[in-house]
């Protein structure tokens, strides 16, 4: 398949429904069965971080116990070098809390939808003529839906994802702001949950946040 239609195919599935988890796990093993509870809960996009020991065989792990019930993509790239790895574990998208162009062509090339990191609108607006697909904004709880209304009455092409202090009461006016999506951290993957390894409960608020969202 041509690499633009698949990113711009693999960019449908992250803004639907909308919600990006991002899983920050302490060990590779857990994943794939954080992952289906997730998805039993609703959300589709699992974003793995390069925090997560051997990311790289969680993301393999993943991809291959979900299959195309997710898509499943690596976070937190800093390099090349981790943009590379996660490319070749199978990563269907790639983000970067960080303004990184030079991950742009690499993500591009293997037809993976790629978010760079912003603060402020010049971030925001030079992530987009690097050829960013969606901005993400990090860390959102000290900006705010007001932030993101202002920003994009300006500049009303880009696809922003804010990222940090998205929660159940504020998820759905981060909707009504303008966001493409929102990626979601501590609050959905909540820590107590994977160490007990919790599943139906995550399944549970996994579906609070989804519903939230939708409202």
Not at 83 to 100: N, Y
Not at 116 to 136: H, S
Request: glycine share 10%; charged share 15%; proline share 7%.
């Amino acid at each position: 398949m041509n690499t633009d239609l698949l990113r711009e195919l693999r960019s449908a599935r992250l803004t639907d429904p909308g919600i990006i988890a991002v899983i920050r796990a302490p060990s590779a093993e857990l994943v794939p069965a954080l992952g289906k509870a997730l998805v039993a809960g609703g959300i589709t996009a699992l974003e793995i971080t390069t925090s997560t020991p051997n990311f790289a065989a969680a993301i393999r792990a993943t991809k291959f116990v979900l299959g195309e019930r997710a898509l499943v993509g690596a976070g937190t790239i800093l390099n090349g070098d981790d943009c590379a790895a996660a490319l070749d574990a199978g990563a269907e998208f790639i983000v970067s809390p960080v303004l990184r162009p030079a991950l742009v062509p690499l993500a591009r090339g293997a037809g993976c939808p790629i978010m760079l990191g912003a603060y402020t609108p010049t971030e925001a607006q030079m992530a987009y003529e690097a050829g960013a697909d969606f901005v993400k904004l990090f860390p959102a709880d000290t900006l705010g839906p007001g932030f993101i209304r202002a920003l994009l009455a300006p500049l009303p092409h880009l696809r922003l994802v804010p990222t940090g202090g998205v929660t159940v009461a504020n998820a759905a006016e981060f909707r009504k702001a303008g966001c493409a999506a929102v990626g979601i951290g501590g609050n959905l993957l909540k820590r107590e949950l994977i160490l007990a390894q919790d599943w139906p409960a995550l399944t549970r608020l996994a579906g609070e946040f989804l519903a939230a969202w939708r409202a």
